[in-house]
Each structure stands twice: as C-alpha cells, then as structure tokens.
C-alpha cells in the first residue's frame, strides 16, 4: 500500500512519520511545495521540535518514509491521500477574521482529481468546517478522469510539544465517511499500534464538527479558569487552589484547568472563530455569540497581563527593561504561532518599554518577524515609526540570565521547564530594585522568590 500525505507541517509531518514506523510495509511520501520544508525534513535539523520526533523519522526515513516536492508524482503513485495543509482564518473577503482559508484544500482536491490514478481514498486530515468533505466529493467528481474516490474525514487530536506521545497513544482516532470499505482500510492502518476500541467511526459530518468542538471545549476550559483568575486576584482566592477543588470533581475532572497568560497556538483561536462563522451561517446568532465569548475572553487575558505590568511598574515601563522569558505558545514546540508572547510584547513596546527576550527552541529570525507582524497598524509594511521601536527596544537574548541582567522586571510567558531551576539568588543580584517578577504561567516557586527580594505578580493570585 501506498500513503501520500499533501503537507509536512506540524501535523503531516509527525502523523505520517508515526504510520511509517509503526507500519513498515506502507510506503509513506509527505509532499509539499515548501522546499526548505522539505529539505529540513531530510536532514538531521527537523523543521519542528517535538519531543522524541527525530528517533521516529530516523527509524522510518529511507525505509518507507520519504519527503520531497514532487506532489503529482506522490498522488498518482497513493492509493490513499491525506490532505494536512494549513486551514488559517480567512484575511480577505467574505467571512474575513472567522470563516477558515480553505483555498489550499480546494487547490488539493483539484490537483487530486487531475492525477489521481485508479481508486483512491482521499482523507481529510486538516481541520475542516463542517460539510467540506462535501465540496471536497463535488470538486474529485467534476475534474476526475477515470479515477474514483471515497472521502473520509480523519481529523487530528495531537498537541504540540506531545505530539509523539499523543500519537502512540491516541485518546481516540476518529474517523468519519460513507464507505464502510474505505473506513475499515484506514481504520486497519491506526490498528497496527491503536486498540480497535480507541477507533471511532462516525458519519462524515460528525467527524468534521467533533474536531472544532473539541477544541472549542478545551479552550473554553482555559478560557473559564482564566476568567475566574481575575476574579480571584480581586478577591484573595488562589486560581491553583480553587482548579485543584473542582478539578478533583471527577465530572470537571483535572486537566486543562492551568490558568495562563492566555492560550494560543495554530488551532483554538481560528478553530473556534471558524465555529463562530459556521454558527452565524447556519443563523445561529446565540450559539455563534456563546463561542465568541471565549475569544474575547483570552484576547482579554493577554491585555490584563501586559496592562498589569504597567500599572504594577509605577505606571510606566517606558525605557525599561523586562526580560521576557519564553516565546512559543507552548513549552517543548518551536511553533509561536498565536503565542501569547507576541501580544503582551506588543503591548508592551507600544509603552516603550525594552524588551529583552529569550526562548530556549525559537530563533531570533522568527521573534522579529513575529513582531513585525503584531506591530503593523496601516496596511503589509511597518512604518518607520514601528520599525525604529522594534530595532531600539527589542534584543533577543541567548540565556535566561543574559535577559534578565540589568532588568527592571521578569515576565515568564511560556512554561519552560528550565526557568523553574535557575538560581534566582544570581538573577536577583544583577537586577534593578524593586526586583519585579510576573509569572504568566505560575510555575516559579513564588514564597521562595519572595525571600530572596522579589516582588511577584501571578495569575490569580493576590
Ligand atoms: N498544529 C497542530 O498541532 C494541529 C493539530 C491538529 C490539527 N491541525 C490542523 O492540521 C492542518 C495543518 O496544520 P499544520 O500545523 O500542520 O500546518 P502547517 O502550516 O505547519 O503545514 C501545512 C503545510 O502544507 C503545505 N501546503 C499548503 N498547500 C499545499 C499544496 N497545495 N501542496 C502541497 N503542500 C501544501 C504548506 O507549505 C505547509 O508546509 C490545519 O488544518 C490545522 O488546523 C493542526
Ligand atoms: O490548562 C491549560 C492548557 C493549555 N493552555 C494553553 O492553551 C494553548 C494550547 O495548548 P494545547 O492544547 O496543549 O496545545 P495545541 O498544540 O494547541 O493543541 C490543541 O490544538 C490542536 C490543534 O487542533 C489539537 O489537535 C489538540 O487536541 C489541542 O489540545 C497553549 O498556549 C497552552 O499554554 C493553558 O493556558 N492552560
């Protein structure tokens, strides 16, 4: 059997590794029109980090696992096609800033059609509005030659930074279509090394509205803890606590209930502003206000974080400098997309503030472009204005220390492990007074931090 998978991202990339080793005689071919993509992909610099990803594609690449550009070639060749390219938020037209950019899928299913050869099962592996797999059946139908095709929807539950875990051991892979056929064949890939009884079918449209529910409910989970550690900073009650008395409610139930900066990451902000369009489509206008919420929730937890810097600060940071510890929207990924880092900066530049930043997996390339992006107020190009503010106040450090020298305040913005265990003794010592610390992810030890002359700031915390 012959895999192609159009898109070697975050999830193409992973997900098809993990089908290749745990299944030998496949023959996988991940395809993009990334060059670089695809040359870091063959070479010991993997585009992603993931945790424990290079020893999955070192057992499977050059055995059935190969990655190159040549898409049409992969198709023709597949007697299954994933479809795992990019599905951002509209920018332009119709449904701009909600509705999903399903331009690279439509552009897929049309190269399919054209070259496919025989019988094909084309799977949605991308996160899809509801009802696509429709319009991805009309369009193989109306270009295909003498090829047919079933459809399925087999969308991905991994999270970045567990991605190798997650995908050995899947809560559930789900699956969704019309042929029971087709079903069984990809079904019977996953059960080389998933239980049968973790492998779910449903109908197609099931299938596609399960993925942005579910991250429709998670993010609302961080979006309510998030909303009461306000409340809990104005009345005394600690966020950690008050998650650790209803997390142990087995109906809440532990996880997802670590109040934040706020979430970010590729998926929960467009998956659910998707959902918001899907709902106002289909005249939903309670139930698209409903998911909103939680959007409007975590764009007002970002702004809190920096706005209580500030306040904190005397009311002004202007010429001062805060370290930033942490980039990626997660800790142990590289991905900064969405990341809650690149607001608060934002933010906090448009005070004035000098930014020292550090990220122990993201390169400096990738901060200043992030934060040419945010900066932007008029139109695709900074003004001078914006440039000179970001060229005088921004500095991207190589350590956690070098960020912190001569600092007026921390601000930790991603959970790295490694912050936890610096001495704080040494970073004290080369820090302004009052030495201040806002811990965006309540991970640092605040009594000790306190003891040794900090004055710390937490999520939900008084
Ligand atoms: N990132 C995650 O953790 C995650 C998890 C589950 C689901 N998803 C969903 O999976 C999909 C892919 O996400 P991602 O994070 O891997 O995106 P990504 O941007 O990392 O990768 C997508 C790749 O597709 C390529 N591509 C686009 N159009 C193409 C075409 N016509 N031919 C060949 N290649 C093409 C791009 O060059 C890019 O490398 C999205 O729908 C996303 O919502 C992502
Ligand atoms: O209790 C929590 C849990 C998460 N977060 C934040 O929420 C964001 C998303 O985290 P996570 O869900 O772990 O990572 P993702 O890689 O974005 O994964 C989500 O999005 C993927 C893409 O659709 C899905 O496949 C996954 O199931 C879903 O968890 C990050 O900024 C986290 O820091 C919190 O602030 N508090």
Redesign the pocket.
């Known amino acids: 059997m012959k895999i192609c998978c159009i898109g070697a991202g975050y999830v193409g990339g992973p997900t098809m590794a993990m089908i290749a080793m745990k299944c030998p005689e496949i023959s996988v071919h991940v395809v993009d029109l990334n060059a670089d993509r695809i040359a870091a992909w063959n070479s010991s610099e993997l585009p992603i980090y993931e945790p424990g990803l290079d020893a999955v594609v070192q057992e499977a690449r050059g055995r059935n696992l190969t990655f190159s550009t040549d898409v049409e070639t992969a198709i023709a060749e597949a007697d299954i096609v994933f479809i795992s390219v990019n599905t951002p938020t509209k920018t332009y037209g119709i449904g701009a800033g909600r509705a999903a950019n399903l331009e690279f899928v439509e552009k897929c299913a049309r190269q399919i059609g054209r070259v496919a050869q025989g019988h094909t099962i084309v799977v949605e592996k991308s996160?899809l509005p509801v009802r696509t797999a429709e319009a991805v059946k009309r369009i193989l139908s109306s270009v295909a030659t003498e090829a047919t095709f079933d459809v399925l929807s087999n969308p991905?539950?991994?999270?970045?930074?567990t991605a190798v875990n997650d995908l050995l051991n899947p809560d559930r892979v789900l699956i969704g279509g019309e042929s029971a056929e087709a079903i069984q064949t990809l079904a019977d890939i996953y059960g080389n090394w998933v239980p049968s009884e973790r492998i779910l079918t449903t109908n197609l449209w099931s299938s596609e509205l399960s993925k942005l529910t579910?991250?429709a409910f998670?993010a609302q989970?961080?979006s309510s803890?998030n909303a009461m550690s306000a409340l809990c900073e104005a009345t005394g009650a600690d966020v950690d606590e008050v998650a650790k008395a209803i997390g142990t409610d087995s109906r809440i139930g532990p996880k997802?209930?670590?109040a934040?900066v706020g979430?970010?990451?590729s998926?929960?902000q467009k998956?659910i502003l998707n959902l918001v369009y899907l709902c106002s489509h289909f005249g939903l206008q309670e139930v698209a206000e409903y998911w909103e919420q939680v959007v409007v929730m975590n764009d007002y937890q970002k702004r809190r974080f920096a706005e209580s810097i500030v306040k904190t600060m005397f009311n002004t940071v202007s010429s001062k400098r805060i370290a930033i510890w942490g980039w990626a929207?997660?800790k142990d990924t590289n991905d900064t997309r969405e990341s809650?880092a690149i607001y608060v900066c934002r933010d906090l530049l448009r005070e004035r503030a000098q930014l020292h930043i550090y990220d122990p997996r993201v390169s400096k390339a990738r901060i200043l472009e992030d934060l040419e992006i945010v900066m932007r107020t008029n139109g695709d190009s900074l003004s001078n204005s914006e440039r000179e503010l970001i060229e005088k106040n921004v500095h991207v450090a190589t350590t956690s220390y070098e960020a912190a020298e001569e600092a007026h305040a921390i601000a930790v913005l991603t959970e790295w492990d490694e912050f936890k265990t610096l001495d704080f003794d040494r970073v004290y010592q080369g820090m302004h007074q009052p030495a201040f610390v806002f811990d965006g992810r309540n991970i640092l030890n605040h009594s000790k931090l306190a003891q040794i002359g900090f004055e710390v700031h937490a999520i939900g915390k008084k």
């Open positions: 996160t991905e539950f991994l999270a970045e930074g579910a991250n998670l989970r961080v803890i997802f209930l670590k934040s979430f970010g990451g998926c929960f998956d929207f997660k809650a």
